[in-house]
């Protein structure tokens, strides 16, 4: 990553130090604050790509902030918690944050989540990416927390975690053709042996998931030489 | 009603108890309403009656007449009387009996809620002063009992999260270790401890209550979660199919993806098989690991159980995977059973009747 800079809001003085000599490791460019007034500050500073945002502050905890965020602006947010409660998963993405990592995640993986949001923002342009924990597309709905499918005749049908990544992809850009190069990206998630190959069987496994016939799909359409589309209104 | 009157109940004894006080009561009053009266007969046939300190010899049979009240003309003459006192006597030790015993009964029911489920309704407080005593001694102690054992849940709650940002800060530091070998060691320290604390916390969340119940496709949930598996990895296969079945679709996934890690944590593959007979729905996850001795079966399921075979070579112990994953079972009115393969490895087999 170049030239990214990320706002690290958290209370644990060491976590902030860790967090932002980790980082910059990785060309992020981090500077952390303890609390909602300084994250403020240093907004009005300087301008951030990302906020990386602890849920347990002092004064005001980080759902209220990450609200503010979201009224505000449409920076990207992580939030970053200790507590990985189901119910606290739903407020924080119901709020509006991007992703979601709980306490103690492997830093790694935030690096990887951060490039993921940044890429989603740009991809998007502006455009407000479907956030909400349920989202709905032609009779099916998705929920996003229990990664759980809903077909029309509310028969509940689990998806892989690569299923579902790949099946978030294209709610989150309806009607709009998806080159293979940015699926087989966001399918790869951990591993890192996802091939040119495997994104078309992932492909014909979540079409056989949203019983989309492969001969003449309605669904997921495969735009030749160039990538797939997914052909639904997403509410 | 029967059960009532089996010979060793309380209210049987009460009950036989208050009868035979009042019968004998009334059958005392009864006699001693006409005084006796004693006399002779002469073998002539004739009858002198006797009065006090008067004797007579000879040949003769002693007589003694009942009271006019109590002749046995007069006993049929007052069977109807008798009669609708009898049932009135044993209709009142019985209503009697019950009254008393019904305290010691809801105090019993009380405490057979209590063993199965801790939040239960209280006992109410009613009755004579002794069962009004008793009644509020057992809700204190139910009290003291809810709020103990939530209050151990909390304190492990705390602990567990306070654990979160001291873990956080080593797996940030381990970064900066040059030392490639020891890096590796340390961070799987580090996830055997992160294990650890999302079993806990997860156990003691107990989310399962608020599910709601849906068609759940038990064959995608199978392939789904060895997909998953296959990402890291490690070889899962499923076989056979299953039909969908009315499940709480989070707990169950969290069910079968306890038996898929434990089987890939002490054996190398896992296999999946899925047979649905129409009545019953089995779901089988088979390791090639060492399998578990036979006298430990029921042990593996106790939360972070531990063993000391070669077994829990990776992993301090069994964690608490199988506790959440039979729980789950339960509440799907299933089961969880632990089989060793003949040819070595453990099969953990979940059975669900379909309720028609």
């Known amino acids: 990553m170049d030239d990214v800079r990320a706002l690290i809001v958290d209370d644990d003085p060491e976590i902030r130090d860790l967090l932002s000599g980790y980082l910059a ?13 300084a994250m403020r500050m240093a907004m009005a500073n ?11 502050l002092p004064a005001e905890d ?38 979601y990592m709980v306490k103690p995640f492997e830093p790694r993986e935030l690096v990887a989540r951060i490039e993921t949001v940044l890429r989603r923002a740009r991809a998007s342009e502006g455009a407000a990416p479907a956030r909400r924990e349920i989202v709905s597309f032609e009779g099916w709905s998705l929920n996003r927390i229990a990664r759980q499918l809903v077909t029309p005749q509310e028969l509940v049908v689990p998806l892989s975690n ?7 992809a294209f709610i989150e850009h309806p009607r709009r053709v998806l080159s293979r190069d940015y699926l087989i990206d966001i399918a790869r998630g951990r591993s890192a042996d996802v091939f040119d190959r495997s994104i078309d069987l992932l492909v014909s496994r979540l079409r056989q998931k949203l019983n989309d016939d492969p001969k003449s799909p309605m669904l997921i359409k495969t735009i030749r030489g160039e990538g797939y589309m997914f052909d639904a209104s997403v509410q | 009603m029967m059960r009532r009157l089996q010979p060793d109940t309380l209210f049987s004894r009460l009950f036989a108890l208050l009868l035979w006080l009042v019968i004998i009561s009334h059958a005392s009053m009864l006699l001693s309403l006409g005084t006796f009266t004693a006399g002779v007969q002469f073998p002539d046939g004739s009858v002198q009656v006797l009065r006090d300190g008067e004797a007579v010899t000879g040949p003769l049979a002693v007589v003694v007449t009942r009271p006019a009240l109590v002749t046995w003309t007069a006993l049929t003459v007052l069977w109807p009387v008798m009669g609708t006192m009898l049932a009135a006597l044993i209709l009142a030790a019985w209503f009697g009996a019950g009254m008393l015993t019904s305290p010691i009964r809801r105090l019993s029911e009380a405490a057979a809620r209590l063993g199965d489920n801790l939040d239960g309704p209280k006992v109410a407080e009613a009755g004579p002063s002794e069962a009004r005593q008793a009644a509020r001694v057992f809700n204190r102690m ?3 009992i809810r709020a103990q054992v939530r209050q151990r849940a909390t304190f492990l709650a705390a602990v567990s ?14 970064e900066q270790v040059d030392d490639d070998a020891l890096k590796t060691k340390i961070r799987a320290d580090l996830d055997e401890m992160t294990e650890m604390l999302n079993a806990t916390l997860e156990f003691l969340r107990d989310e399962a209550d608020s599910e709601p119940r849906q068609m759940l496709d038990i064959q995608a949930l199978a392939e789904s979660l060895a997909e998953d598996a296959r990402e890291t990895g490690r070889t899962v296969t ?7 079945l009315m499940a709480q679709p989070v707990l169950l996934r969290r069910c079968l993806s306890n038996l898929i890690d434990n089987a890939l944590r002490y054996g ?14 089995v779901i089988e996850v088979e390791d090639d690991g060492p399998g578990i001795p036979e006298d430990k079966m029921e042990a593996v399921f106790e939360p972070f159980a531990r063993l000391e075979s070669s077994r829990n070579k990776h992993s301090g112990g069994f964690g608490l995977g199988l506790s959440v994953a039979r729980e789950a079972a339960l509440r799907h009115d299933g089961d969880l059973r632990l089989v060793n393969r003949r040819e070595g490895g453990l099969i953990a087999r979940l059975s669900f009747p379909r309720l028609r």
């Not at chain 1, 690569?162 to 978030?168: I, K, P, Q, T």
């Not at chain 2, 999260?161 to 381990?174: A, G, M, Q």
């Open chain 2, 238 to 244: 499923v076989w056979g199919g299953a039909a969908p």
């Open chain 1, 162 to 168: 690569a299923e579902f990544r790949l099946l978030s």
């Open chain 1, 62 to 99: 980080g759902l209220s902030l990450c609200r503010e965020l979201r009224e505000t602006g449409n920076i990207p947010v992580i939030i970053l918690t200790a507590r990985g409660e189901t119910a606290d998963r739903v407020l924080g993405l119901g709020l509006g944050a991007d992703d």
């Open chain 1, 46 to 56: 300087r301008e951030f790509h990302v906020v990386i945002l602890d849920l347990m």
């Open chain 2, 142 to 144: 139910q009290e003291r």
């Open chain 2, 268 to 281: 190398h593959t896992a296999r999946i098989s899925l047979r649905d007979s129409g009545a019953e729905l």
């Open chain 1, 25 to 37: 490791g990785y060309g992020v460019h981090a500077e952390a604050v303890g609390d909602g007034a």
């Open chain 2, 161 to 174: 999260h306070d654990l979160r940002t001291p873990l956080t800060r080593i797996k940030l530091r381990v």
